[in-house]
């Protein structure tokens, strides 16, 4: 069907002094973060999508945004480039936009949220850092640093307001594994080494979703390159599996970027190669918690996918997978797809056991989807 969409363009930015309440950012804080209050205007256009309702498009800054956590449909949260982290309390009617200027010209890749006023961002490349906040964003604090040339951390993910993961490309010949315990204030390198060899093996910050978490302590993690690996764990990370995801490798772009287990042990994942957009093999698809996986012979998706996600709403499963080429949707558990677009973006969320997700891409838009059959 053809859908209205509205664009909400930055008319100008605002700076805003107040406290630390959700709809009150100040304009320096103490460690010298910068709150942005985004001013926006309007106009419309026209888009021939399928099996949508509704689409916003919303534009939270002239950054590339790769990291999101969609914590409610009221709440989202937005990482990228420029040391920028954006932040809606409104279902995306406004947002702020946060400058951490301790860490200048960081690419934040990925961002997880504990809740509405907490959420911690994970920053690629050396240095690596990890930052915190408590407050929406008003003050952040560094609880992770470490100088290793080495160090490229890919993805963050949270089993419980205290439990949480990070994942990075290998350092000394072991894939890089940080654990918290204590929701995010401190973290430590875990031990247990992950085989097969890491060499020539690593993952892709595309779109921090590289980790996919469940419950009691399960955990799946992607790789690309010499081998296209999905490696496993049951107890926290612990001990580890892996098995072969069955996208192409043995070559640096290619591999899994993304990938999503849903609770009936059905999981995505996606890839293909960023420097070939045209990839074909771009899926791969398990039933059994991630212990075999097999390729999806379906003529869609086609072409590089960096982001894949799942919803469970009123008994149905809604899987959603886009990249440079385009976004597709699946409704019988990634047999068959349609394209719904063919713009690219990095990454897309859906707001917890709902039919709404969220897309962003390199240039500052943000788009809201509402998905039906």
């Known amino acids: ?10 008319g100008g930015i605002l700076f805003s002094c107040g406290n630390d309440s959700p709809n009150s950012v100040s304009e320096k804080t103490a460690q010298g973060e910068q709150a942005d209050s985004i001013s926006v205007g309007s106009a419309s256009f026209q888009s021939n999508l399928v099996d949508q309702s509704e689409g916003l498009i919303r534009v939270a800054g002239n950054n590339s945004y790769r990291g999101m956590h969609v914590l409610s449909e009221d709440v989202i949260w937005l990482s990228g480039s420029n040391s920028t982290v954006a932040l809606s309390l409104n279902g995306g009617e406004n947002w702020k936009a946060f400058t951490i200027e301790d860490c200048p010209n960081c690419d934040f890749r990925d961002i ?16 690596g850092k990890i930052y915190k906040t408590s407050n929406w964003g008003s003050n952040w604090k560094k609880v992770y640093h470490n100088d290793d040339s080495l160090i490229f951390m890919d993805a963050i993910e949270f089993w419980d307001d205290n439990r949480g993961l990070v994942f990075g490309d290998p350092v000394d010949g072991l894939i890089f594994l940080l654990e918290t315990s204590d929701g995010g204030e401190s ?6 080494k992950i085989t097969p060899s890491a060499d020539g093996t690593a993952g892709f910050a595309a779109s921090g979703t590289s980790i996919a978490l469940g419950d009691d ?20 990370g612990v001990s580890w599996g892996a098995v072969e995801s069955k996208l192409p490798d043995n070559n640096p772009g290619n591999g899994v970027y993304s990938l999503a287990m849903s609770s009936s042990g059905v999981g995505m994942a996606v890839g293909g190669n960023w420097e070939h957009i045209e990839s074909d093999s771009v899926l791969s698809i398990t039933n059994d918690y991630g212990e075999s996986w097999e390729l999806h012979e379906g003529a869609i998706p086609n072409g590089y996918r960096s982001c894949v996600a799942y919803s469970e709403y009123k008994n149905t499963q809604l899987w959603v997978c886009t990249g440079s080429s385009g976004t597709d949707i699946s409704y019988d558990y990634g047999q068959s797809w349609k394209t719904i677009d063919s713009t690219g973006y990095n990454v897309v969320e859906f707001a917890p056991y709902s039919n709404i997700a969220w897309l962003a891409d390199g240039k500052g838009h943000v788009i809201k989807l509402k998905l039906f059959k």
């Not at 069907?1 to 930055?10: A, K």
């Not at 302590?217 to 049951?234: D, E, L, R, V």
């Open 1 to 10: 069907m053809r859908l209205h969409f509205i664009i909400l363009l930055i």
């Open 112 to 127: 997880t949220a504990l809740n509405d006023s907490t959420a911690i961002v994970i920053s690629i490349g050396s240095p």
């Open 187 to 192: 973290w430590s390198r875990i031990a247990s």
């Open 217 to 236: 302590g399960k955990a799946w993690i992607a790789t690309g390159g010499k081998h296209s690996w999905i490696f496993y764990t049951n107890d926290y």
